[in-house]
């Protein structure tokens, strides 16, 4: 799938954009500051409905205006979809799919599909667990509406259950009714660690592959799941945890807890792996989602890199760019780089400044 049009109106300091984008490479380059981030998020935001830096809307918004607008046009193998995103400073946001308005966000799943990579994203190892939980949900929510639903459950369900935790400290007879959060817990808490199971292991594999051709087959990747619980133990890890949970006011055990780990020759990477090691085991990640995208949907995603070249040496950029070529890949940079001018001729070339996107010829 490709993006072949994007407009943007008031959003953040980009006042108005109508860009056309190639299906292959398309370069955004300027100085800091200028409005590239910008645009990736506006695409980014087309395909999940929210922005990758922000869970705040208003923020997306120019500062001197009320409403910001993005409309992107996907055109897929056989389909062609229209994206309107209409975001309010004083009501909740409008998200329209050709013309007609969406009840919920996950509706818009699928319909575009991103893979965004960034330099927060080569910390993707070293960072908490959190980042990597993130890492599956953000993926597993656009390949399946399924997921997205369980997930949102759980976390409701979640919130209900702690709040009663933290009032079963006043009143201890409220704890007779726990049990109607904890079997809904466990409910879609069981549906998510099974989703997360199945493509960590998909991951692994195709990540293991990239970066042994990365590495010139010298390193091993692994990549495994940690469930903080396993979907049989669940419910009686709760029953376990209870006093402690009581006291803290807080659920201690369950998926939002878990955890991927990264190991390169059998050692764990985020204690052992040197920088480029953690660099090149997460585009290794990066890289295998591309693929799993591509297997489960039949179509390739777009793929956003946010000034992620400068953050590679010379053969990890060389990789990644020979790795995107049947892709729609927008990649913003400050300057061209080097492993870049080889593919300039085939691209699309835009200079940002100061919220203007301007396409040289
Ligand atoms: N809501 C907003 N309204 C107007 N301007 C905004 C808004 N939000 C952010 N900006 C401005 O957008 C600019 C940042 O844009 P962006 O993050 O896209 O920069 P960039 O070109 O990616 O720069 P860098 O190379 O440093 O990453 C900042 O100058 C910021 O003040
Ligand atoms: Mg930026």
């Known amino acids: 799938m490709y993006v072949s049009t994007l407009k943007i109106g008031d959003f953040r300091n980009i006042t108005s954009a109508d860009v056309e984008l190639k299906k292959g490479i398309n370069i955004l380059y300027g100085q800091n500051a200028q409005g590239k981030t910008n645009f990736l998020e506006s695409l980014y935001i087309c395909a999940t409905g929210r922005s990758h830096r922000t869970k705040f809307d208003s923020q997306l918004i120019n500062f001197d205006k009320k409403e910001a607008h993005i409309r992107a046009v996907v055109e897929k193998n056989f389909t062609i979809d229209k994206i309107d995103v209409h975001i ?19 509706d818009l799943f699928g319909v575009l599909h991103t893979v965004i990579f960034s330099p927060e994203d080569l910390q993707l190892i070293k960072s908490s667990p959190g980042e990597r939980r993130k890492f599956m949900d953000i993926e597993l929510c656009q390949l399946s509406n399924v997921y997205y639903y369980n997930l949102q459950q759980y976390y409701k369900v979640l919130k209900q259950r702690n709040n009663l935790l933290k009032n079963i400290n006043k009143n201890p007879a409220l704890k007779d009714t726990l049990f109607v959060w904890d079997s809904q817990l466990v409910e879609y808490g069981t549906k998510i660690i099974e989703k997360r199971q199945e493509f960590i292991e998909k991951i692994n594999i195709a990540a293991s592959k990239k970066h042994s051709e990365i590495t010139n087959f010298k390193e091993n990747l692994v990549i495994e799941y940690k469930p903080n619980v396993t979907t049989d133990e ?42 480029g090691q953690q660099r090149t085991a997460a585009l290794s990640a990066k890289l295998a989602e591309i693929e799993i995208i591509k297997e489960e949907k039949g179509e390739t995603p777009v793929l956003l890199l946010d000034d992620v070249l400068s953050e590679l040496d010379e053969k990890r950029q060389y990789y990644l760019l020979e790795s995107i070529k049947d892709i729609q890949t927008v990649i913003t940079c400050t300057g061209i780089e080097d492993s870049i001018k080889k593919y300039t001729d085939k691209s699309y070339i835009f200079n940002v400044e100061n919220g203007i996107i301007k396409k040289l010829t």
């Open 234 to 275: 669940f419910m009686s890890k709760l029953e376990e945890n209870l006093q402690k949970d009581i006291i803290l006011g807080s659920t201690s055990k369950g998926p939002h807890k878990d955890d991927v780990s990264f190991t390169i020759n059998d050692s764990e990477v985020k204690i052992y792996g040197s920088q």
């Open 88 to 106: 309010k400073k004083e009501d909740k946001k409008g998200i329209a799919l050709n013309g007609v308005p969406l009840k919920k966000v996950g």
